[in-house]
């Protein structure tokens, strides 16, 4: 079939499958007879899953080969939601809806389809997917933003340092202005008498202040940015090569996917947690029922999953995924409409196989004799409850956007399907209008408990409401995910009034969305009720022990989801999150004025039991040491009159006296709200983790996002900035990488700041010797590669490798994550500390050889070596004092670079054309100079060496408390990589 | 038609495993590298080691201090300012006039005592005090490649304002660092015998051999209005010129002392010696002073104490501090590595924050 190319929207194209689309196209007509086409929107949303779209009926059999087609589409203007798509298109006089059903969007691939038509109606930028490119929001690391204020401070100090050195030569050039002239080393006048190169002392001094900001420049450690950079790749590299936080089961590495807040991870305070898919598996189970007020609980039976299967055309077709059945369910449903009880079997397992929008896909096996059905869906959910009905023998086989048809006990049977509402988070039901093989039309409604008590008739069958009603109280309380199901017989009326309204209702393109709400809601009432299912949403693997290790690690966990209530609470319990000695704060309101009231009473409250324990805060700590730890459970409804106004304050009180917060039943966006409160009212750090397309708003508004990769799509991943396969690797993650992360961020950017300073302070001295004219006594060749290759390295190799405890203590002793969130690695007090030390190290470097050579005979190159070689070796030194494991590639890098920098100052001695021609092999053979050399970095080494040793022993943090433990604790906490340490390290110091 | 049956089961996980088989698995491979376990020491500040670092610094220092010090004892230095007494009593009130003139003579005698024995060889040395050759103006001010060959003669962009003659033809050696050389001259005598000194060897052999060519010849130097200091005998290529290539090589610091020239003999105790000074290098316009330096040398270099009295401090605060923290350690020692210690076994309610 010939391609044609498009030249502009409007155009008729043709595509062939498995190619990828270049803009958003409303399908025509497909290969399938029915107007099917499946694609997939990998590149869209991440979701590896088919999803089917639909050509107009009245469209279907239009060619435009062999006939002209004219037709008038009218959209809505471009936007980003990839979800919604309003238009209506004229075809022969009439006027069709059309809807996110009818659209291809760009950057999706046919597949399973052998070709479609259709009219691009966006391209280029005004598709969704390019509108929705704009990428996540850049985030910024807290280190990095403390250490922007550091670097302001070190500006002063370089315009400071560059204004003495301007006053003071201001100060000389005035007290000299009458010599200047026959100042041997001034000589203003050159030989015809005129002033060489001399302005005014205005000038001179503003020359003189702008050539100290070019000396001293360094003094701004643009190179750490580069260091930090590299480091936090180097960093990137280990996290996602580590084997603990590699998924067996979804085969996926860790993956960082921004890659500048690294060392935020070792500073989270709070996590906001989704439930579904990150707490749980969202892998769905089928677990129990309950028809017409019986409770059929087919794990009790404990019977061995059985496959079901049904011939069609000599091939047995049987569905992908077996699940449990009750026996005593199993012979009803087979003995069909023979009884009553057998009639609401039918029409319950008839719901369940046609209420949904799964599509079935049959696809060959290895056996030619067989076939296997696989479901595909965006829900989980609606998922299990028709692999379900397959194995209870309401098998789908086939869905068109017409008609379904349903092996129903091994006969075939054709629903026409009439209509169809899809689910949405204001009603949360859906339901199917089905025309069935008897004539019949039947609505069929399935949706969450709350929203279908509300609309079924409660004047029928209330003993069978009341016992599916407590069946539904015992599901959830076993953390079970229910959904209600219930149906009703249409009249001929009823059905045209809704058929009428439901087209006016689709082929509006204003509204729409509320239109058709409307319409579903006449409909939807009046139901019977037959019955609930429930599914069992399994916790993923160590959730319970990863939620106790950040409770102790001093995070603060608050779950939100959109589950129900009781869900919530039961997940809760089975995740460890709540215990019985927590006393649960519960918020459910309907007005602002009650919430207010009971957050008000609720603050009360906690203050009491705060008090009462004589305990003002339980952030750290063992849960035994605060007897009484407050759980808020808030829900959806409360949070929106709280969110977004004054009430707010008051939420973020009480929820920072709570030791676990679980919000239910909230939206996408209250989930980005929470944290926003957080966030915005405290400095603490904030991450967010979970899987699904309603986290991502969430995971981009905290400081961390962490993405899932799990059932619910890609979505979460796409806009997290670290993703993984289970929640259980949170607790490595933060405790062990986050920990090291930053603690060696932290550590490289003081000593950066210091690396620098400390060369700017040695040349700021010796410009106080040279009548402040800004030479150096070190060769500019030297200054150069101080940053770059002297010093350089060590920092980010240490910074790359360097580990202050191993992973087996952080893991033992949570609590050590409080160094991070205590900013116990990087604050000012330990940046004016460093400053003082450079300060002094400086000092000591330089006036250690000035005294000593001065009044001799050394020239100013050698000096110069002599500064170059002292400050090397010093700042080495300086980290090699501050490196806590020496691993050999630590020793190659630190000794390697002193090696480095002699070699580099041999070999720019030995170049004629520099001034410092062999100065150091000349100065070398003096004892003065390796005496000054060993003296001023001794010197320079002895106040910071003191400090840190009185510090470690006397007032230790618990960071080295670990660390000693570790090295000589008693043995039966050392482990066997410790014992090899020690091994390795031969005699023992001590 | 509908069938059910157990072998119909195995259908799901058979998929599974020809599913998992097919894709490569990405797990990281195990690596001590990439798991960061790589065999490491671990040091920590022990209170051991800490006092046995500072017994160790102080036990290698004393003793340094201390052949420093005697080192610097035992070089006999003599330093005699002259740049005040040199000058006539008539000058005193205007002595840049005295040394800026051309009639005055500026012979002048000085006689000192020998202290103690002096072993030869006996370095001379000349001292200038407040003399800035490390002034950004003045160290720039040289051109090495006019210096090193004939060829660069004309590279003289670095050398303002000494670079040309009125004329426009260039001065060799140019700059400022070679127009200010110093021209005092020293002879020495004892007991009327003539002191020879040598002024052979005084500059870097590495200088003399490429940084100043043999083939480059002094050239309009020292022509100009301004006279900055010594002329050059302009038959002697510049890596003969020892005294240049010594001033040429620009002290560190504004007090700085330059090789004059080498006494070869022993001087001995008690000798005395009579220098006649021609005091010619001018100092007066920016209050710099002249020193004459007669020193012997050890190998710590001259004589400086400050070495030797720095090392010995450091090294007694090193003892004093490793006796403290043995006290300290004594009175109040904490056993590494107890729980107990830990904070929040220090404190039940667990950290404020």
Known sequence: ?990 | MSSRGAASSSGGPQLGTSDSSKRISKKPKYSRFTQQELPACKPILTPGWVIATFIAVGIVFIPIGLASLFASQRVVEIVHRYDEECVPPIFSGDQLAFIQSSITNKTCTKNFTVPKQMKGPVYVYYQLDNFYQNHRRYVKSRSDKQLRSKAGELDISTCKPEATTGNNSPIVPCGLIAWSLFNDTYGFSVKNKVLNVSKKNIAWKSDQEHKFGSDVYPKNFQSGGLIGGGKLNASIPLSEQEDLIVWMRTAALPTFRKLYGKIETDLEANDEITVVIQNNYNTYSFGGRKRLVLSTTSWIGGKNDFLGIAYLTVGGFCIFLAIGFLLLYVIKPRPLGDPAFLSWNRNPSGIMN
């Open chain 1, 1 to 990: 079939m010939p391609m044609r190319t498009i030249d502009g929207i409007g155009q008729t194209e043709l595509r062939i499958t498995g190619e990828t689309l270049p803009c958003d196209m409303v399908l025509l007509s497909t290969s399938d007879p029915t107007g099917v086409a499946y694609v997939q929107t990998v590149n869209l949303d991440g979701e590896s899953n088919l999803k089917t779209r639909y050509a107009k009926q009245e469209t279907l059999f239009k060619m435009p080969e062999k006939e002209k087609v004219t037709g008038l589409i009218k959209c809505e203007k471009p936007n980003r939601n990839i979800y919604g798509f309003h238009a209506n298109m004229e075809v022969d006089g009439k006027r069709l809806s059309l809807g996110p059903s009818n659209i291809i969007l760009r950057g999706c691939e046919l597949k399973n389809t052998e070709w479609g038509i259709g009219v691009a109606v966006y391209a280029g930028r005004e598709t969704k997917a390019m509108l929705n490119n704009s990428g996540a929001p850049s985030k910024r690391s807290r280190l990095e933003t403390h250490m922007n204020i550091e670097i302001i401070i070190l500006s002063l100090f370089l315009i400071t340092l560059c204004t003495i050195v301007s006053a003071c030569a201001l100060a000389w050039l005035l007290r000299h202005k009458n010599e200047l002239n026959y100042l041997p080393y001034y000589r203003k006048k050159d030989s015809a008498g005129e002033d060489y190169n001399y302005y005014n002392v205005g000038l001179e001094i503003l020359f003189t202040f702008l050539m100290s900001v070019i000396v001293f420049q360094i003094m701004i450690p643009i190179s750490l940015y580069i260091s930090m950079e590299l480091v936090r790749v180097g960093q990137a590299y280990f996290m996602i090569r580590d084997t603990k936080m590699y998924d067996e089961a979804s085969n996926s590495r860790f993956q960082c996917r921004s890659l500048n807040i690294n060392e935020d991870l070792g500073q989270i305070k709070y996590v906001f947690s989704d439930k579904t898919g990150t707490l749980t598996e969202n892998k769905m189970e089928f677990q129990r029922v309950s028809i017409w007020g019986v409770d059929y609980s087919g794990a009790k039976s404990q019977i061995e999953p059985v496959g079901y299967s049904v011939q069609v055309e000599g091939k047995v077709i049987k569905p992908k995924m077996n699940v449990k059945t009750d026996p005593e369910l199993l012979q009803l449903s087979e003995r069909r409409n023979d009884t009553k009880e057998g009639r609401h079997v039918y029409d319950f397992f008839l719901a369940l196989a046609a209420c949904n929008t799964i599509v079935p896909l049959v696809t060959d096996t290895s056996d030619p004799t067989e076939k296997m059905i696989d479901y595909q869906g965006e829900s989980p959910d609606e998922q299990a409850l028709v692999y379900a009905a397959a194995a209870y023998g309401f098998m789908l086989i086939e869905r068109t956007s017409g008609y379904i048809v349903i092996d129903i006990q091994g006969e075939r049977q054709r629903f026409n399907v009439l209509g169809l509402h899809e689910f949405d988070s204001d009603r949360k039901r859906m339901s199917v209008i089905l025309g069935c093989p008897d004539k019949s039309v039947k609505v069929f409604v399935k949706g969450a408990d709350t929203s279908m008590f509300g609309v079924i008739d409660k004047s029928l069958n209330m003993n069978i409401l009341r016992a599916t009603e407590s069946h539904l109280h015992d599901y959830s309380s076993l953390g079970l995910r229910t959904l209600v199901v219930g149906m009703r017989q249409l009249s001929a009326s009823e059905f045209e009034r809704w058929h009428s309204s439901f087209e006016e209702a689709s082929t509006a393109v204003i509204g729409r969305a509320a239109l058709l709400r409307k319409v579903a809601s006449a409909v939807e009432n009046n139901l019977c009720i037959l019955g609930a299912s429930a599914i069992e949403d399994k916790l993923q693997q160590g959730v319970p022990e990863a939620i106790e290790s950040l409770r102790i690690a001093g995070v603060k966990v608050w779950v939100l989801t959109g589950d129900k209530q009781e869900t919530a609470i039961s997940i809760g319990y089975s995740s460890k999150l709540l215990t019985s000695k927590m006393t649960q704060i519960v918020i459910n309101n309907n007005s602002k004025e009650s919430c207010r009231k009971s957050l008000e009473d609720a603050i009360v409250m906690s203050k009491k039991l705060m008090t009462v324990n004589g305990v003002t805060d339980n952030t750290g700590g063992s849960s035994e040491a605060s007897p009484t730890p407050v759980a808020l459970i808030i829900d959806g409804t409360s949070l929106v009159y709280i969110l977004d106004s004054e009430l707010e304050e008051q939420l973020f009180q009480l929820a920072s006296k709570c030791s676990v917060v679980l919000c239910c039943r909230v939206a996408p966006l209250q989930k980005a709200g929470i944290v926003a409160l957080v966030k915005n009212r405290t400095a603490d750090m904030t991450l967010a983790i979970g899987d699904g397309a309603n986290d991502v708003s969430m995971i981009q508004m905290a400081d961390v996002g962490i993405g899932i990769s799990g059932q619910e799509g890609r979505q979460a991943v796409m806009a997290s900035d670290f993703a993984m396969g289970q929640f259980r690797f949170l607790v490595h993650l933060l405790l062990v990488h986050g920990h090291w992360n930053y603690q060696r961020m932290g550590y490289m950017i003081l000593y950066n700041f210091y690396r620098n300073a400390v060369m700017v302070f040695l040349l700021f001295w010796f410009v106080l010797c040279t009548a402040f004219t800004l030479t150096t006594a070190i060769s500019e060749w030297s200054s150069m590669l101080y940053s770059i290759i002297y010093t350089s390295l060590p920092t980010i190799v240490v910074g790359i490798l360097d580990k202050d405890l191993s992973r087996r203590t952080l893991l033992k002793y949570p609590q050590l994550y409080g160094a991070g969130q205590r900013h116990e690695c990087y604050n000012a007090k330990l940046f004016w500390l460093t400053m003082v030390d450079t300060l002094w190290q400086s000092a000591a470097i330089f006036f250690i050889p000035l005294l000593a050579y001065w009044g001799s005979s050394i020239d100013i190159s050698s000096l110069g070596d002599l500064w170059i070689l002292a400050v090397v070796i010093l700042v080495n030194l300086h980290l090699a004092i501050d490196v806590i494991r020496w691993t050999w590639t630590t020793h190659a890098v630190i000794w390697g670079s002193i090696i480095a920098t002699f070699i580099c100052v041999t070999v720019i001695d030995a170049l004629p054309s520099l001034i410092g021609y062999w100065a150091i092999f000349d100065v070398a053979k003096t004892a003065t100079f390796w005496l000054c050399l060993l003296a001023s970095v001794i010197v320079g080494l002895i106040p910071r060496f003191v400090v840190k040793y009185l510090y470690q022993y006397y007032s230790p943090c618990d960071v080295q408390i670990a660390r000693e433990a570790e090295k000589f604790g008693n043995l039966r906490e050392v482990g066997d990589v410790q014992i090899e340490m020690s091994a390795i390290l031969g005699p023992q110091r001590r």
